[in-house]
């Protein structure tokens, strides 16, 4: 099993509508939870952070955190093509110690067409 | 407020050459990491690194890799002799707290 699970897409939403990312984790003990937009070519750029359970929202994203399930979810309102690029959820697990290692799962590609 | 820094940024070389990468963190940032992303695959933890220590090296190769941030000056990763496989984007990223990582621009190795 994964330690970290994303559904690779591609997800296709239309300009405007809401996009829906979500990440699964197997380490029940992780505390830090991160999602991260990388442009083709370019580096991953940090988009949101959380660390309790609930929502936390920033302008156009929410991010969802549920650690009885082991799930964190990334909403994205009134999608516009600059949003293509592939997510990364990253978790920072338990098992890594004192250290902040992240662990990444694989991405899911999203395309917003105009 | 300059972001993390990486040079260079596409780095070219031959089989059995030695490959260095440098990064530069964020200004107030002690903590840094390195993650590598082969073609078509995630982002891999490497190592973590503090002014002149290594805290955890657990994901790098056993063998030709290692890691340094001295007390003055740039991380450096270095890989000996590389291969083929050695072949993907090496990223750099820094924290102030150990907690959120910011990254740099990453270094795009071409082993020939």
């Known amino acids: 099993q994964k330690e970290v699970e994303q559904n690779s897409g591609p997800l296709s939403v239309p300009e405007g509508a809401i996009a829906s990312l979500n990440c699964t984790y197997s380490?029940?003990?992780?505390?830090?939870f991160f999602w991260y937009r990388q442009y083709s070519g370019k580096s991953p750029e940090l988009i949101m952070s959380?660390?309790?359970?609930g929502d936390k929202e920033d302008g156009r994203f929410t991010a969802q955190l549920n650690k009885a399930s082991q799930y964190v979810s990334l909403l994205i309102r009134d999608s516009q093509p600059s949003d293509s690029a592939t997510y990364l959820c990253?978790?920072?697990?338990?098992?890594?110690?004192?250290?902040?290692?992240?662990?990444f799962g694989s991405g899911t590609q999203l395309t917003v067409l105009p | 407020n300059a972001g993390v820094m990486q040079n260079p940024r596409h780095l070219v070389r031959r089989r059995g050459q030695e490959a260095r990468l440098r990064c530069s963190p964020m200004?107030?940032?002690?903590?840094v990491y390195w993650y590598r992303q082969l073609p078509e695959e995630g982002l891999k933890f490497m190592v973590y690194?503090?002014?002149?220590?290594?805290?955890?090296e657990s994901g790098m190769p056993k063998e030709r890799f290692s890691a340094e941030f001295p007390k003055e000056g740039p991380s450096i990763l270095r890989i000996q002799q590389v291969v083929r496989g050695d072949s993907a984007a090496y990223f750099c990223?820094?924290?102030?707290?150990?907690?959120?990582?910011?990254f740099g621009p990453g270094t795009r190795l071409t082993v020939t």
């Open positions: 690194l503090q002014k002149e220590n290594i805290i955890d």
């Open positions: 200004k107030g940032h002690s903590h």
């Open positions: 380490d029940r003990g992780s505390q830090s």
């Open positions: 990223a820094s924290s102030p707290t150990r907690v959120e990582q910011y």
């Open positions: 959380i660390y309790s359970n």
């Open positions: 990253a978790v920072n697990p338990i098992s890594s110690g004192s250290a902040r290692q992240l662990t």
